[in-house]
């Protein structure tokens, strides 16, 4: 077997679990309480897109709205991680999509069915590049920003976030293992907005990455 280098984690087929209303603004935003408790939901591996490919909206929707988010690469799995252990357990970061066909998820919403369709679909989860640990001394202190053709449209902070990266990771593992490789998206800031065929995304952490995206539509 060949080693597998961490910086590819997106190439191991491990979960991806998302973290929704995780920033106030965002969630009164969309008219949704603020949460008293975490509310996860979670992507297959199949719907991670590199910088080079395209973000492709669905055929079923006609609101594909963009959300960036901080992404928490977990370098070493465990089950039942206590807080205070939390972030020993974290490699390194990525800045992440968690692209949503709105129309989709307010169906589901209206109905109480679960989201899969709505986020989980091929190419719902563009990343950057892996952000070694580092580089983020404070997670809990770093500026995602997002622009749509040049237009700044998400500009918020991770200090925003109700619940923090180690109480998400002790949350979470208390009833999911987390494997190296793992990756948890912490939800996103307010000014999520649709986009079109041939728009251009660009998104970064501050200046510590950025990435780029066009939108395509999937084929017929
Ligand atoms: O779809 C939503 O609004 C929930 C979500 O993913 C987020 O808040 O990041
Ligand atoms: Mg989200």
Redesign the pocket.
Known sequence: MTARNISQFWEWGRKII??????AD??KE?K?AIPTEP?L?LKPPSAYVREGSSILVPRYSNNL?H?V?LGVVIGKGGTAIPESAAMEHVAGYALCL?M?A?DV?DVCKSKGLP?TR??AFNTSCPISEFIPKERIPDPGNVTLWLKVNDQLRQNGCTSQMIFSIPYLISYISEFITLEEGDLI?T??PKG?SAVQEHDQLQAGIQDVVTMSFRVDRQEK
């Open positions: 998302c973290v929704g209303r995780n920033y965002h969630a969309l949704n509310i939901f709205h959300e988010e968690d949503t709105r998820q989201w709505a986020k998206l939800g996103t999520v």
